[in-house]
């Protein structure tokens, strides 16, 4: 056949070829739309955003690029087979977050209201298993139902694949979870396996067991919201680190978060350029804390003073509140901050806040975060609760994590370090770097006043005045074993230094240790107190 002769032919292939392509933008616009505009409108009337809506929010502008968009589901009975919407109820895909690589799945609560189903599961597994495999962090945007009840055990399945996903995860990549909608029964387990949990106020809720089967097993009467909305599990439960009041906030600030985080455990995280000097001098400090040990003060106002232009990010901010975990910057450099907070129960360490440092200590040391620690502690919160609740377990959970970790570790003793909680506070004896001290700072077994009367009772008790007889004793004991330069003359603090000159200190240090390696054990992993 002639070459003229062959034009129709390749004509017809190409008009066939352009319409299977148009035919393809009409899929992807059907996958792109969703259910319709009703839903869209029903999801928006609840004060939450569409799941691509989420995803731009929280993405670089064009960057998101979409895996397994016209996925459907295979399961039939109870009327499935007649409703295959693509995307299955899930989006999931990668994108940028200043530019750096970042994976995500954001359920579609408009499509079987988000719940999960085998193939909506498979979706997930495989995103989580590409941000594994790429060393890139990993966002969940959750506003799903649970499990798809038609689907059975092969929807349960499904989780078990995400919860050894999140696990296998864990320390490797970051992992945030943003709860956006509800999250009942054993989907609630993910969320608590990753790092961060961000929830936002009236239309996000996490419970194992709703508020209708509450009241029929014990007949208890409560809100969703009451049980496990985002003030909840923010100031009660401690499941939530952050709680805002809308969704652009919170994705706003998820991705303040993910810019000082490194990508995985094998980076640092992104040094950013500063013009903070970090030489800087702040006699504000010298008026900020205290030279009397019983007065209160605000720690964050220290806090403040030492960071980058005292910008700073305070994890689990409204639970233990005797304790201050943050991320922040010290000339460019991302650190971790865990300082006692006066403010709150004279900053004593118990139960809660022994627990919350000691996951905060742990985040860092796996993703090479830089330890600061800014010590004013009076001990362990004693009592009767406090005891049988296992505070000696959980206070340990602290002492582990900071003996555990390799990450440079510096600490700062500002004014009281007493007894046990001293050393837990990652004191040099538990293998800080370096630790400096206040020349206002009182490191001892108890205070003076609990000290002279142990040390003195008898004497205390046949004096003629025993009132002025202990006063004498306690000025007797603070002058021997609780003067400022007692721990450095014994090696126990590296150096006195002047308050003002804190920054300029921790920054320097911190220079030094950037390079620092750490030797550990070979073993499979510790067994750390539960």
Same mark, same amino acid.
């Given at each position: 056949? +002639? ?19 148009? =035919? ?48 459907? $589901?295979?399961?039939?009975?109870? &009327? ?18 200043? +530019? ?19 193939? $909506? ?12 495999? #790429? ?20 929807? *349960? ?11 296998? #995860? ?19 387990? +993910? ?24 009241? #029929? ?19 009660? %439960?401690?499941?939530? $680190? ?70 700073? *990010? =305070?994890?689990?901010?409204?639970? #233990? ?5 943050? *991320? ?7 650190? &971790? ?24 200590? !742990? ?10 620690? *800014? ?83 008898? !004497? ?61 054990? %070979? ?8």
């Amino acid at each position: 056949m +002639s070459v003229v002769n062959d034009i129709p032919r390749v004509s017809e292939e190409v008009a066939a070829t352009r319409a299977r392509v148009a =035919e393809l933008r009409t899929v992807r616009a059907e996958a792109l739309a969703g259910p319709g505009e009703k839903a869209t409108e029903a999801q928006h009337a609840k004060g939450k955003l569409t799941a691509r809506e989420r995803i731009g929010l929280l993405l670089d502008p064009g960057s998101f690029q979409e895996v397994e968009q016209l996925r459907r $589901h295979r399961a039939t009975g109870f &009327g499935l087979e007649a409703k295959k919407p693509y995307t299955d109820g899930v989006i999931t895909g990668w994108g940028t977050v200043e +530019s750096r690589t970042v994976f995500v799945y954001a359920h579609d609560f408009r499509i079987f209201g988000g719940a999960l189903g085998e193939a $909506h599961a498979t979706k997930i597994h495989k995103i989580m298993d590409m941000a594994i495999a #790429a060393g890139a962090p990993l966002v969940s945007l959750n506003d799903g139902a649970g499990a798809r009840i038609q689907e059975g055990v092969s929807a *349960l399945a499904g989780y078990g694949g995400i919860f050894q996903r999140n696990t296998r #995860a864990s320390g490797v990549i970051p992992q945030i979870s943003v709860m956006l909608g509800p999250c009942a029964g054993g989907a609630a387990y +993910s969320p608590a396996l990753t790092d961060f949990v961000f929830m936002v106020r009236e239309t996000s809720q996490m419970f194992i067991t709703g508020p209708d089967v509450v009241k #029929a097993v014990t007949g208890e009467e409560i809100t969703q919201n009451g049980l496990g909305g985002a003030d909840v599990h923010a100031e009660t %439960s401690g499941v939530c $680190h952050f709680a805002y009041d809308d969704e652009e906030t919170c994705i706003e600030e998820v991705r303040y978060l993910l810019s000082l985080l490194p990508q995985n455990n094998r980076e640092y995280p992104p040094h950013g350029p500063s013009t903070d000097p970090p030489a800087r001098r702040s006699q504000a400090l010298l008026d900020l804390v205290p030279a009397d040990g019983n007065r209160p003060y605000d720690m964050t106002k220290v806090i403040e003073e030492i960071v980058d232009d005292g910008e700073y *990010l =305070e994890v689990h901010e409204r639970w #233990a509140r005797n304790i201050i975990c943050a *991320l922040s910057r010290l000339d460019g450099q991302v650190v &971790g901050i865990v300082a006692n907070q006066p403010q709150t129960l004279a900053g004593v360490l118990d139960i809660e806040a022994s627990e919350k440092a000691a996951r905060f200590v !742990q985040m860092c040391d796996a993703f090479n975060i830089p330890l600061v620690t *800014l010590l004013d502690v009076p001990g362990f919160l004693p009592g009767v609760d406090q005891e049988h609740g296992g505070i000696i377990r959980h206070g340990a959970k602290l002492l582990y994590a900071y003996c555990n970790a390799t990450v440079p570790r510096v600490s700062i003793i500002l004014r009281k370090a007493y007894g046990g909680a001293y050393i837990v506070m990652d004191s040099q004896s538990i293998g800080a770097d370096l630790t400096y001290a206040w020349p206002t700072n009182e490191i001892a077994v108890m205070g003076a006043d609990g000290a002279a009367n142990v040390i003195f009772r008898r !004497q205390i008790a046949e004096a003629d005045d025993p009132d002025a007889a202990r006063e004498r004793m306690v000025k007797e004991y603070k002058a021997e074993l609780m003067h400022p330069y007692y721990a450095a003359e014994r090696g126990l603090v590296d150096d006195v230094i002047d308050p003002a000159e804190t920054r300029e200190v921790l920054s320097r240090a911190l220079a030094m240790l950037r390079s620092k390696h750490a030797e550990v054990p %070979s073993r499979k992993h510790g067994n750390p107190p539960q």
